[in-house]
């Protein structure tokens, strides 16, 4: 089964900065789980909510800073600020720490709220830049992004993320979208999703998977992958399977 650090080692360090990808590859871990957002200018940006309020010690929409700006506050403020200033890192700036590591990267595109022009295009073009294609998974809530990203980039793998719905089958809906993986929350996976997926031939991915009885339930279905925050963990529990 992967393991993917959400976010990096999100539950201990500071979520989506390049310490908590550090702390996750050191982990050994399968993949790393990022979320991508555009800046005023443009930027490709690595941070999880639209604002920054939660995550740093500023406040407003990451829409309304130029990237020059946004580096200025400190998105450890999220763990109380306690691991040293951490900016918000560029995606550009991940690529190039990622290219030389062996490590598969989910990069979920955030456009759901604000359509961000061309966000799939700057995606695509980045990981192109940066010989990142055959370690790349897409992934979004907003399936007409991945829409998008088919007609950009066919060869690269997507998956498409659900919550707050049972989609029963699951399998058929991806396979006939072409999304070779479902990706749902777990409270919303049962039993029924995880073998029509096998049926259909799509790869399950589930997040957020922080408890170990959870992790083994899931082992026990047959899912391909999990998104947690404590990947060092549950890698440490699937080494002794
Ligand atoms: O990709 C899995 C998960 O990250 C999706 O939800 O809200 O954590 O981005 P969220
Ligand atoms: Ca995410």
């Given at each position: 089964?992967?393991?993917?650090?959400?976010?990096?080692?999100?539950?201990?360090?500071?979520?989506?900065?390049?310490?908590?990808?550090?702390?996750?590859?050191?982990?050994?871990?399968?993949?790393?789980?990022?979320?991508v957002q555009l800046t005023k200018d443009g930027q490709l940006v690595v941070i999880h909510d639209e604002t920054?309020?939660?995550?740093?010690?500023?406040t407003g929409a990451v829409v309304d800073y130029t990237f020059e700006e946004l580096r200025r506050f400190d998105a450890s403020a999220i763990k109380g600020g306690t691991h040293g200033f951490q900016p918000i890192p560029s995606f550009e700036?991940?690529?190039?720490?990622?290219?030389?590591?062996?490590?598969?990267?989910?990069?979920?595109?955030?456009?759901?709220?604000?359509?961000?022009?061309?966000?799939?295009?700057?995606?695509?073009?980045?990981?192109?830049?940066?010989?990142?294609t055959d370690r790349v998974l897409f992934s979004s809530f907003n399936h007409a992004s991945l829409f998008r990203l088919q007609q950009l980039a066919p060869e690269i793998p997507r998956g498409a993320l659900v919550e707050y719905v049972d989609l029963g089958n699951a399998g058929y809906y991806?396979?006939?979208?072409?999304?070779?993986?479902?990706?749902?929350?777990?409270?919303?996976?049962?039993?029924?999703?995880v073998k029509n997926c096998k049926a259909h031939g799509v790869?399950?991915?589930?997040?957020?998977?922080?408890?170990?009885?959870?992790?083994?339930?899931?082992?026990?279905?047959?899912?391909?992958?999990?998104?947690?925050n404590y990947p060092g963990v549950c890698k440490a529990w699937l080494d002794t399977r």
């Amino acid at each position: 089964m992967k393991v993917f650090g959400h976010r990096g080692y999100s539950g201990m360090y500071p979520e989506n900065t390049m310490l908590s990808f550090q702390k996750a590859a050191d982990t050994g871990c399968y993949g790393i789980e990022l979320d991508v957002q555009l800046t005023k200018d443009g930027q490709l940006v690595v941070i999880h909510d639209e604002t920054i309020d939660r995550t740093t010690d500023g406040t407003g929409a990451v829409v309304d800073y130029t990237f020059e700006e946004l580096r200025r506050f400190d998105a450890s403020a999220i763990k109380g600020g306690t691991h040293g200033f951490q900016p918000i890192p560029s995606f550009e700036e991940y690529c190039e720490w990622v290219k030389e590591r062996d490590l598969v990267t989910n990069i979920e595109i955030k456009s759901g709220v604000y359509y961000y022009e061309d966000i799939e295009e700057k995606t695509v073009e980045m990981v192109r830049r940066f010989g990142l294609t055959d370690r790349v998974l897409f992934s979004s809530f907003n399936h007409a992004s991945l829409f998008r990203l088919q007609q950009l980039a066919p060869e690269i793998p997507r998956g498409a993320l659900v919550e707050y719905v049972d989609l029963g089958n699951a399998g058929y809906y991806c396979e006939r979208y072409g999304f070779q993986n479902y990706h749902p929350g777990v409270e919303w996976l049962t039993e029924e999703n995880v073998k029509n997926c096998k049926a259909h031939g799509v790869g399950v991915n589930v997040w957020t998977v922080n408890d170990m009885g959870v992790l083994e339930k899931l082992y026990e279905w047959g899912c391909d992958g999990v998104f947690t925050n404590y990947p060092g963990v549950c890698k440490a529990w699937l080494d002794t399977r």
